[in-house]
């Protein structure tokens, strides 16, 4: 998707939740300073780190339990910065719940491409 996309509907067919693997990169305008990632109502829950993705960096983060992360990557030389510690106090790591999901990218500036993946989970007996 594109961050001036509307809100999208995410149908997540498992039967328990799951974290999701998010990608954003720079499209256009200046570079912004915080990337929100939010499933459902910001009111309720909301993620977003303290991150500059412009044409050098991009953003990656993954909310599955046991491998969460937050990175800025340079695009030309592949250095990673950790910003777990950049994450805005009160944010939740985005789950994805059995059924129909409202995704959706939030920065503060520019236009960026995002890439959203997650895998269907199944809890057992």
Do not use: C
């Not at 799951?18 to 829950?45: D, T």
């Not at 030309?76 to 910065?81: A, E, M, P, Y």
Request: charged share 10%; no cysteine.
């Amino acid at each position: 998707g594109i961050s001036t996309d509307s809100q999208i509907s995410v149908v997540y067919d498992g039967s328990v939740e799951s974290g999701v693997n998010v990608q954003v990169s720079w499209v256009s305008g200046g570079p912004n300073g915080y990337i929100g990632v939010q499933i459902g109502s910001a009111a309720i829950s909301h993620w977003t780190v303290e991150a500059t993705v412009d044409a050098a960096n991009y953003f990656l983060m993954s909310s599955v339990p046991g491998q969460k992360y937050a990175q800025l990557v340079q695009a030309s030389g592949g250095q990673i910065t950790n910003l777990l510690p950049k994450i805005v106090r009160g944010s939740t790591w985005p789950m994805l719940q059995p059924g129909p999901n409202i995704f959706d990218i939030v920065s503060t500036t520019g236009i960026q491409n995002w890439r959203l993946i997650y895998y269907n989970r199944y809890g057992g007996l």
